[in-house]
């Protein structure tokens, strides 16, 4: 098993930027593909980003492609995501997630989970 952590989250202007780490223990992180979901209150999970184990290929999704960017270090067993030009609808918990094979969107093709770390962008 693999065991994540994300940090990072925080309170930031309409416009700035964060960015998150998920830390892995446990496994090596090169083992899976890693991706970002996120969630606001009173609607479901949703994909963000996705990295693949080895080649670097990244997915996004468009809402927001060209703003976000999905990185690893899996020498240092992280994962980040660098999130620029913030808007209010940004604002939600922010997941990262791990699976074995293959690339998905769904959040419920994932195996591992971290806990969460919150995201508020103020208008």
């Known amino acids: 098993q693999v065991q994540l952590v994300e940090s990072g989250g925080g309170l930031v202007q309409a416009g700035g930027s964060l960015r998150l780490s998920c830390a892995a223990a446990?496994?090596?992180?090169?083992?899976?593909?890693m991706s970002w979901f996120r969630q606001a209150p009173g609607k479901e999970r949703e994909f963000v980003a996705t990295i693949s184990r080895s080649d670097g290929s990244t997915y996004y999704a468009d809402s927001v492609k060209g703003r976000f960017t999905i990185s690893r270090d899996n020498a240092q067993n992280t994962v980040y995501l660098q999130m620029n030009s913030l808007k209010p609808e940004d604002t939600a918990v922010y997941y990262c997630?791990?699976?074995?094979?293959?690339?998905?969107?769904?959040?419920?093709?994932?195996?591992?989970w971290g806990q969460g770390t919150q995201v508020t962008v103020s208008s």
């Open positions: 997630a791990a699976k074995i094979l293959g690339y998905s969107s769904s959040w419920r093709a994932y195996d591992y």
């Open positions: 446990g496994r090596t992180l090169s083992r899976y593909v």
